[in-house]
């Protein structure tokens, strides 16, 4: 390396800036609160003739960036792009995830040649499909999510394409909100585009791709030493989904773990077949999974693609982990999740030191939509918390966010200003967490109340079945209930964890109780202070 530390550093720390910066201005200027509030969005830097992952933002979703890279690499595939280019798709099966994650790519050049790539990606609040939001628990084709657009050039050297920005919007429920977060991941963009020509103009190119390869290198580097330290064995894990919104019947993901050397196997081939519903997911996300869960497990490693270098994955063709079209993938948070689950179960095992017990396992994406007075279309799509698992260090965390999102749950006070709801309950649910000498972080109970006059209410969850589980002798999480109000009272789904299409009218309520954290450890080793604490607060 020519490069000094200390310039490497700050070399880094300028990347990651312009990742940052990126996140902001997204954030800042787009319209539905799933991106604006939520932040369900992230940027990233992407490696010119690869594709892979260079750098990433620390406020945007690691699962975004991780699938982002094949992402880009589709766009290599497919174009040879000019300075000015900018390309979009939301397309699952080519480096994306579901059809409201909108993906937008540009090239950066240097002195005429192609030196990196620039991406942005958000959930766009409705894509079209058969559901107002797209999660269709239902659905049996991507058809009946959304709308699909392969990837497409929207400007062709610095101009744009109206066509293509007015089949994007004749796409959504919500053309408004629709453009004003394209408008604003360009803006994202033309930021970073900016940022990276100002670093090239002070450092130049030589120096910058210096970096890229070395702190490449580096994560490469880092994983396998972490890697070494683990003892050489083969280990076997499994947990399940509910069901596929189609048939009430598990589906299970399965893991067999090979620690050798310097080098880890993790083949998926246990897991379930491709099922009807929309579980399934892209190979592509399969991958981006593991990042995020050995990103987890190794938080000193530098977050870039060398993290995968030492990592064989197995991911058996057609299966459940390998979506083909038209496979529906609108659910592909609830099967990342499980991913995760399973892999930090085995490494629990591999290295009690690294043991955490299960997050609460489901984003409960719930979709609520109607028309108002004035005959304008309203669709209220949001995502909700539950309680993490124990760990060594202490309790899990009460109401968080799932381990594949930096997001956070929008405020109650944007929903109820933007929809005719009201949240009559959002409380920690007592009682909630896997008991442990570190208990299970609390799950939470959202209870909303519709005050239009009718509404169709859409659920997505997982956790109803399978608990969370807890780590070396602590318990298990709450299950997740969901229910709902009817004019004879209330009601629970027949799929347990998901809705479709339910009729609310004005007054009757919709109510989810999320699952708390597996416990760590023996819960009889637990400290009576706190014990004691829990009982007096009313979380026990």
């Known amino acids: 390396m020519t490069l000094d530390p200390v310039t490497l550093a700050v070399l880094k720390g300028r990347l990651e800036q312009i990742a940052d910066e990126m996140d902001a201005t997204l954030f800042r200027a787009a319209f539905n609160p799933t991106i604006a509030e939520a932040h369900d969005a992230c940027h990233g830097i992407y490696q010119a003739e690869t594709g892979a992952t260079l750098i990433q933002g620390k406020s945007g979703l690691p699962i975004f960036v991780g699938v982002m890279a094949f992402g880009v690499r589709a766009v290599i595939e497919k174009f040879t792009p ?174 067999d773990v090979t620690v050798s050397g310097e080098t880890l196997t993790l083949d998926f081939t246990r897991s379930a077949a491709a099922c009807a519903g929309p579980v399934n997911i892209s190979r592509a996300t399969t991958i981006a999974s593991v990042y995020v869960a050995l990103k987890h497990l190794f938080p000193e490693v530098a977050a870039n693609s060398g993290v995968l270098d030492p990592v064989q994955i197995i991911i058996p063709e057609g299966s459940l982990l390998d979506a083909q079209r038209p496979s529906p993938v609108g659910g592909y948070t609830e099967t990342i999740l499980r991913i995760i689950d399973v892999l930090f179960s085995t490494f629990a095992r591999i290295r009690p030191e690294l043991a955490t017990g299960h997050a609460y396992g489901t984003i409960n994406a719930l979709s609520i939509a109607g028309t108002r007075d004035d005959g304008r279309r309203w669709v209220m799509f949001s995502f909700f918390g539950g ?134 450890g023996n819960p009889e080793t637990r400290d009576p202070g706190a014990a004691e604490r829990d009982a007096r607060l009313g979380l026990a």
Request: aromatic share 8%; net charge negative.
């Open 82 to 255: 000019v300075d000015g280019d900018i390309f979009l798709f939301n397309d699952p099966y080519l480096g994306g995830t579901h059809l409201s994650d909108m993906r937008l790519v540009r090239p950066c050049f240097r002195d005429g040649k192609l030196f990196c790539w620039l991406a942005s990606v958000g959930h766009w609040h409705d894509v079209g499909g058969a559901v107002p939001g797209n999660y269709n628990p239902a659905a049996t084709e991507y058809f009946q999510e959304g709308v699909l657009i392969p990837p497409v050039r929207l400007f062709a050297a610095g101009s744009i394409r109206q066509d293509i920005v007015d089949i994007v919007l004749a796409a959504s429920r919500m053309p408004g909100s629709a453009f004003g977060d394209l408008s604003a991941h360009l803006s994202a963009l033309d930021l970073g585009a900016a940022r990276i020509a100002a670093l090239l103009d002070e450092y130049g190119g030589p120096m910058v791709a210096e970096a890229f390869a070395e702190l490449t290198a580096r994560a490469a580097a880092q994983l396998r030493a972490e890697i070494v330290k683990l003892p050489d064995g083969v280990w076997h894990e499994e947990d399940f989904l509910d069901n596929d919104g189609r048939t009430d019947t598990p589906l299970r993901i399965a893991c």
């Open 387 to 520: 309680g993490h698992g124990g760990n060594a260090a202490g309790d899990g965390l009460s109401h968080g966010n799932p381990p594949i999102a930096t997001a956070i749950i929008p405020p109650v006070e944007i929903m109820e200003a933007a929809y005719p709801i009201r949240f009559t309950q959002w409380a920690l649910r007592p009682g909630s967490g896997g008991a442990g000498a570190h208990r299970g972080g609390l799950g939470a109970i959202y209870e909303i109340e519709l005050l239009a006059d009718k509404a169709e209410a859409f659920v997505f969850a997982e956790r109803a079945r399978f608990p969370p589980r807890g780590v070396l002798g602590g318990g298990n999480g709450a299950l997740n209930v969901v229910s709902y109000e009817q004019a004879d009272g209330w009601h629970t789904p027949p799929l347990a964890s998901k809705i479709v299409g339910v009729q609310l009218a004005r007054g009757q309520r919709i109510r989810l109780e999320t699952p708390g954290g597996g416990g760590w």
